[in-house]
């Protein structure tokens, strides 16, 4: 039996509406937090955790807090860490931490930059706040500052900066951002980039 004109009229409006409704209520944000859930889940479900063999983690933990004393640590320390990586055939140093200030003993500083000078495989990280800009997925720090004193020279630098979402959960990241030097990659992506021996381009934000 085929259904009234005014009955199809009347379906079509209820659909409209729904729809509406839903529109508002992902254009004001209120279904954020289910997406959010809902991709958590999804990558809980699928993600492959598995440690790569080819990385090894030097931690700052409890452990080495122990043996070494409270962070800071003198930089002849990661000066020492720097030459025993490289003697035990470590093709990338990444330190995932800045060095922002000269430390108060300047021969140790020299010592560190000597260290990664000779190594030549040495990526240090830069953080600086960072907001969204009109470019989609294109975040921007007002500043990034580069390692203090000697270092500057020794090292590659890469960015360490993070954007959370509203609960506090980092979803996205951020393989390079712009700062008032052009677009800075991150961490990891100059460490790749070390890795596989390859130059990253160049980039300048206002033709990019």
Known sequence: MRRRPRQDLGALRASLVVAACVGLLYLSGLLKPLEWRAYDLRLWLTADDTPDPRLAIVAIDDRSLSALGKWPWP???????????VAAGARVV???VEFPEASPDPRADLELAEAARA????????????????????????????????LAGAVTVGHIATAPDPDGVIRRYLAVI???GG????????ALSRYLGTALPSWDESSS
């Not at 930089?75 to 990586?85: M, W």
């Not at 190594?119 to 990280?125: E, I, L, S, T």
């Not at 677009?183 to 100059?190: D, E």
């Open 178 to 180: 712009a700062h008032p």
């Open 119 to 150: 190594a030549g495989n040495v990526v240090v990280g830069s953080y600086g706040p960072v907001e969204p800009t009109r470019r989609a997925g294109l975040y921007r720090a007002r500043t990034l500052p580069p390692p203090a004193g000697p």
């Open 94 to 96: 990444a330190f995932d």
């Open 75 to 85: 930089r002849e320390v990661h000066a020492r860490l720097v030459r025993a990586l």
């Open 183 to 190: 677009i800075a990659p991150s961490l990891g992506l100059a």
